[in-house]
């Protein structure tokens, strides 16, 4: 909902490009510790009030407000007092500021190039400063949409904003249920109470043969992965994590386990960030290497560790299948199953040999699959699972975070990712591929790469 009501000063599209929003440009400074936006001045709240600097200014310190329980407010972190403001320390956030009505200006605490798509994520959404104490139940934002009602447990309705300052929506009201469990938004779909829905990884095959020419497919910003603990025992060994990857049959894994559904991994990217290389080698399926690297290490005599993994039954099958290969190249492996958050307790804990899990981008760019995971900065809960240690490659990833030419960004991720791909700090899975399905008689709809790329302007249904 929020991506519907609200504007942000950047959007992004469907295929996660930045697009201006509420500002209308933006520039940084000679090394990009400054960001200037320069607002619309035909924007406009859904009750007719004009969108300024100042509701720029006042939304952003309610989200770091300190006591704020939200917990989301990271993404606004990179400006200058922002940690400060959220602590209590200071009463003001010192590098934001606004010269004038329509101009809103950023310092940053460093140079970061990946800062306005940071200002596309929900937590930077502009409100209308001062809030009302009825914003909860009876929100006002200036999206293309604005709220009419919400049947709690049932559906969102919300209604077109007619005076919309960019692409006025072309049908006149859009509903969301709510619909938790996948199998029941399938069959709703079914019986025709949906327009578009996501297909479960289970009911891939049955719906590529009942409903082929209504499937859409991308890539998505996800990577599946199992997190090798580097600082356990045996596993400190890059032989050891390379082994690893040669013991499983990852091909027949993702056809089997996940329908297809994905593109095989070759490092953390994935295939539609710049820095991604689709023609990197893999680790191939390949025992006997595996049974040589083992060995090498002084491990012929095999080993055992634990595989820690959630409740998903799709990472049931996934680690039953790990478990057996690993154990056809001598290594014995106990699999250990939590709720989600007590395995994520103890994988951050450094308490797993071997994590099953996925990682979900928060917004397109590589940086976003590299330096919360690999950074040494980051180990534990900071993303980084495999407590990953490398002085070369935190140097590399902190330097491209200030890479302001798109070239020199997309070779550096290049790099980097190479790097992290030879240190074997996972066993590489694989990139998931959406699936959903569209009816018919739906135009207009595409399948966004980034869930804040959807503002369903363009949907409308056949007559």
Do not use: C
Not at 247 to 265: C, E, H, K, N, S
Not at 280 to 301: C, H, K, T, V
Request: net charge negative; no cysteine.
């Amino acid at each position: 909902a929020v991506t519907l009501l609200f504007d942000n000063l950047i959007q992004v599209d469907v295929d996660g490009v930045l697009q201006p929003g509420l500002a209308i440009r933006w520039e940084p400074n000679e090394d990009g510790s400054r960001y200037t936006f320069h607002l619309r001045t035909n924007a406009t709240f859904h009750d007719g009030r004009p969108v300024t600097a100042d509701d720029v200014r006042g939304s952003f310190e309610r989200a770091l407000a300190p006591g704020q329980s939200g917990g989301r407010g990271w993404p606004l972190f990179p400006i200058r007092g922002a940690r400060s403001f959220t602590r209590g320390e200071s009463d003001r956030i010192v590098g934001l500021s606004i010269p004038d009505d329509s101009t809103v200006v950023i310092d940053l605490e460093s140079p970061l190039n990946i800062f306005p798509k940071l200002l596309a994520m929900p937590v930077a959404a502009v409100v209308p400063v001062p809030v009302s104490d009825s914003f909860g139940s009876a929100p006002i934002g200036s999206g293309p949409w604005r709220f009419v009602r919400w049947d709690h447990d049932d559906a969102l309705l919300f209604a077109r904003n007619d005076a919309y300052w960019g692409v006025v929506p072309h049908s006149d009201s859009l509903r969301i249920r709510i619909l938790p469990e996948p199998l029941t938004q399938a069959a709703e779909y079914e019986t025709g109470q949906l327009s578009v829905v996501e297909v479960p990884f289970g009911e891939t095959r049955r719906w590529e043969t009942d409903h082929p020419a209504e499937l859409r497919r991308k890539t998505a910003l996800r990577a599946l992965y199992i997190a090798i603990n580097t600082t356990r025992g045996p596993l400190a060994d890059v032989r050891v994590r390379r082994a690893l990857n040669h013991a499983i049959d990852m091909p027949t894994l993702l056809a089997t386990v996940a329908a297809g559904r994905g593109v095989l991994a070759a490092g953390a990217i994935p295939p539609a960030l710049e820095g991604y290389d689709g023609d990197r080698a893999r680790y191939d399926f390949d025992p006997a290497e595996a049974r040589r690297l083992l060995a090498e290490a002084g491990w012929s005599a095999g080993l055992s560790l634990e595989l820690w993994r959630t409740q998903r039954p799709i990472y049931a099958r996934i680690a039953q299948t790990v478990q057996q290969q690993l154990g056809e190249v001598g290594i014995s492996v106990e699999i250990v199953e939590r709720d989600a958050a007590s395995a994520r307790a103890a994988a951050r804990n450094r308490e797993a040999d071997l994590f099953l899990t996925d990682w979900y981008g928060d917004y397109p760019d590589p940086e976003n699959f590299t330096f919360p995971l690999f950074h040494s900065a980051n180990a534990g809960p900071g993303g980084n699972l495999a407590f990953l240690h490398d002085p070369s490659l935190d140097s590399a990833l902190v330097k491209a975070r200030t890479l302001l030419d798109s070239i020199d960004k997309k070779n550096a991720f290049r790099a980097i990712d190479r790097r992290i791909f030879d240190l074997a700090p996972w066993i590489f899975a694989w990139f998931p591929i959406d699936v959903w399905a569209v009816r018919p008689d739906v135009r207009g709809w595409e399948l966004p790469i980034i869930f804040t790329g959807q503002r369903w302007q363009e949907v409308q249904l056949s007559p």
